[in-house]
T-cell receptor, first 113, second 113 residues
Framework: QQQVKQSPQSLIVQKGGISIINCAYENTAFDYFPWYQQFPGKGPALLIAIRPDVSEKKEGRFTISFNKSAKQFSLHIMDSQPGDSATYFCAASGIQGAQKLVFGQGTRLTINP | NAGVMQNPRHLVRRRGQEARLRCSPMKGHSHVYWYRQLPEEGLKFMVYLQKENIIDESGMPKERFSAEFPKEGPSILRIQQVVRGDSAAYFC???????????FGPGTRLTVL
């Protein structure tokens, strides 16, 4: 119930393509869903986040799509660039309740030039 | 540097020694979280602290691990009598309040020989 399942584990996309990473959760108490980007040897960096009162949020080339009924959310990276090559983690937490972030297993994204 | 600071960045200990990891939150942040990342895995929550209080330690191993966030100074994650299985990257995150937007430090990579 506290798990967040992320797929795929790894993803290769051509430069200029769309990268899509999916996550699913079970606990309906989750009400905050961030995505983090991590480069090798670095800490995770907050990329974009969404709350369940909206179905989509866009910031630049990054979009989160949220499906509350299916308990799924996804990250779309438009016009993917080699500099986007990193590991991406989805996460979930309950703002009014537990503050801890529950992370997915991560997706290693490679953008081929 | 207004970001979350962690030191040391790399720490090598022999089995049975103690490891002390330090975290200074972002300026103005009084909430600190510790996470552990094993190789090729996602981050796992360990403990959530506010100044002088442990709020949630549900992810902390029952033995050998402790954490504090004193009124003055950094938060400390202490691991006594380290074992090889403790080898991991330990990340600290901070937030302004109990809200979910957490910002991560660069991590401390602990290697136990």
């Amino acid at each position: 119930q506290q798990q967040v399942k992320q797929s795929p584990q790894s993803l290769i996309v051509q430069k200029g393509g769309i990268s899509i990473i999916n996550c699913a959760y079970e606990n309906t108490a989750f009400d905050y869903f961030p995505w983090y980007q991590q480069f090798p040897g670095k800490g995770p960096a907050l990329l974009i986040a969404i709350r369940p009162d909206v179905s989509e949020k866009k910031e630049g080339r990054f979009t989160i799509s949220f499906n509350k009924s299916a308990k799924q959310f996804s990250l779309h990276i438009m016009d993917s660039q080699p500099g986007d090559s990193a590991t991406y983690f989805c996460a979930a937490s309950g703002i009014q309740g537990a503050q801890k972030l529950v992370f997915g297993q991560g997706t290693r994204l490679t953008i081929n030039p | 540097n207004a970001g979350v600071m962690q030191n040391p960045r790399h720490l090598v200990r022999r089995r049975g020694q103690e490891a002390r990891l330090r975290c200074s939150p972002m300026k103005g942040h009084s909430h600190v979280y510790w996470y552990r990342q094993l190789p090729e895995e996602g981050l796992k929550f360990m403990v959530y602290l506010q100044k002088e209080n442990i709020i949630d330690e549900s992810g902390m191993p029952k033995e050998r691990f402790s954490a504090e966030f004193p009124k003055e100074g950094p938060s400390i994650l202490r691991i006594q009598q380290v074992v090889r299985g403790d080898s991991a990257a330990y990340f600290c995150a901070s937030s302004f309040s109990g809200g979910a937007e957490q910002f991560f430090g660069p991590g401390t990579r602990l290697t136990v020989l």
